[in-house]
Each structure stands twice: as C-alpha cells, then as structure tokens.
C-alpha cells in the first residue's frame, strides 16, 4: 500500500501536491493570488492537510501567484501533461475584474474548471460571526466589516456577506466604504452614540496581513480574529470542488453526445 507523500514548495512551509493513489477524481488546486506570508502558509497547510483528510482520493496542489514556483500555470501544464483534470479554487473572498480568464471560467481543453471564487457566500458571513462572538462581542454590539479591496465588485460582495450576517445579528452592522484606517474610522465615530453599545471590528480576510496590521490602531472597543482555516473554510473549499467536478462531468457527457447531466440540488453554481 502507496503512503501519501507531501512534495513541499520551493521555501518551504506549503505543501506544492499531496499525492495519494491513483483516482479518476479531478485534482483540486487551490490557487494563490497574494504572495505567501507566514500567516497564509500555516492557512494553507491546515487546508492541505484538512481537505486530503477528508477526501485521500483527491490530489491537491497550492499555485503560487506569478513569478514563484509552482505557478498555476505550470500545475496546468503538468496536468495536462499527465492527462488529468483539475478544478481550481482561487482563495478569494470576493470577486475582482483583474482576475486571469482561467479563474472564472473554464478551460475545457485542458480538462480544467473553475469551481468559483470563495465569496460571497453566507458560509463565509457564518464563519465571521463565529470570529465576532469569539472576541468576546455581546448580542446588541455594533459590528463593522472591512475589507482590503476597494473595487466596486468587491464592495458589493462585502455588502451581500453583511446583509447574511445581519440575518442573524440582532444589532447595527456596518461596512466599511473603503479599505483604509481613516475610513474605517469614520464608520467607527458615525457608529457612535449616546446610548451606543460596544463596537466591533471583523476584517474581512483570511489571515493577518498588511490590510489588517493598517487597522491596529482603530479605536475600537474589539477586534474580530480573521477567518482563517475552519472546518467551515474546509466545506466552502469542498463545496466549490464539487461545482466544477460537476461541470466536468457535464462537459463529457455533452461531448460524448449524451443527455445532459442534471445539476445537483445543493451544489453552487458558477455562470461565466
């Protein structure tokens, strides 16, 4: 019996493939779009490691951003090469125009598929809530979200995500317009009032980074941790492989010629 190996990046730190035994399961490849930190690799490894606990048939590979080894472009090549598929997960919480094409639609003659960006999702809103309720944030507090990204897309999923946290929060909660200190501010002393409660702030990111050390010295009266790697984050991951594994399917089946596979109940659905 073949004992799973980890082939770690060049650097260290984030496994580059977990390889398994031989499956016919699409490889999942979880792609990086900002350069690591060692904050984003220890979340990285924890998905790694999490995801190949949960499904050994899958081989699963981290793509660095541009310019650092492996690139997404050369796990392509190397699928293609052994002829296997993949399904990409680009570890984004929001969806940005300057994403590469591959991202967000599929590459059908390379057997490969993008299973979506992670945001907005109410999966997502659920793990911020949990983060907020950890630092020690009393039903009745004012929350404000904020998020690095200041393209109006973006500014919209943040909305979406506070309109699922609003569901179930039974006070004010608030976003933050733009993704700097002096803004995040501003909503703090609008928040402010007479008879105001305690305000806290809940980053809307995967891990410690630049955005978040800009917001050390906000004034508020709590500061939520970021999402980091969740057994919630895990299933969101999961849940976006099996959109594109479905649409793999989908695709054989039509280019074989035969009736089109229905679409799962349950399973997200990515429109290019």
């Given amino acids: 019996m073949s004992l799973p190996t980890t082939v770690r990046a060049r650097g260290g730190g984030v496994p580059a493939r977990v390889t398994g035994a031989p499956t ?50 050369e796990i392509v090549v190397d699928l293609d090469r052994r002829g296997r598929q993949g399904v990409l997960v680009p570890l984004l919480l929001a969806r940005l125009p300057q994403l590469p094409p591959e991202l967000l639609t599929p590459v059908p003659a390379r057997g490969v598929v993008s299973g979506g960006v992670l945001g907005p999702d109410p999966m997502l809103a659920s793990i911020l809530l949990d983060r907020v309720y950890s630092c020690g944030a009393q039903l009745g507090d004012t929350i404000i979200i904020a998020g690095p990204h200041e393209h109006p897309g973006a500014a919209d999923d943040l909305q979406l995500v506070a309109e699922h946290v609003r569901r179930s929060w039974p006070g004010r909660v608030l976003v933050a317009e733009r993704p700097d200190a002096a803004t995040v501010t501003a909503t703090l002393e609008a928040a402010r009032t007479p008879t105001h409660r305690a305000v806290v702030l809940a980053p809307y990111v995967l891990t410690e980074d630049t955005f978040t050390e800009s917001l050390r010295d906000v004034p508020v009266d709590r500061v ?30 039509l280019a074989t010629g035969r009736r089109e596979v229905p679409w799962p109940a349950g399973v997200h659905r990515v429109t290019a």
């Fill in 224 to 253: 939520a941790r970021p999402l980091t790697c969740t057994a919630t984050l895990v299933s969101l991951v999961e849940s976006r492989y099996e959109t594109g594994r479905v649409r793999l399917e989908r695709d054989a089946e």
């Fill in 24 to 73: 016919r399961a699409p490889d999942l490849v979880l792609v990086q779009t900002t350069p690591p930190s060692r904050h984003r690799t220890a979340m990285l490894d924890c998905l790694v490691r999490a995801i190949s606990g949960r499904r050994p048939g899958i081989e699963v590979h981290v793509a660095q951003p541009a310019g650092m080894w492996p690139s997404l472009e």
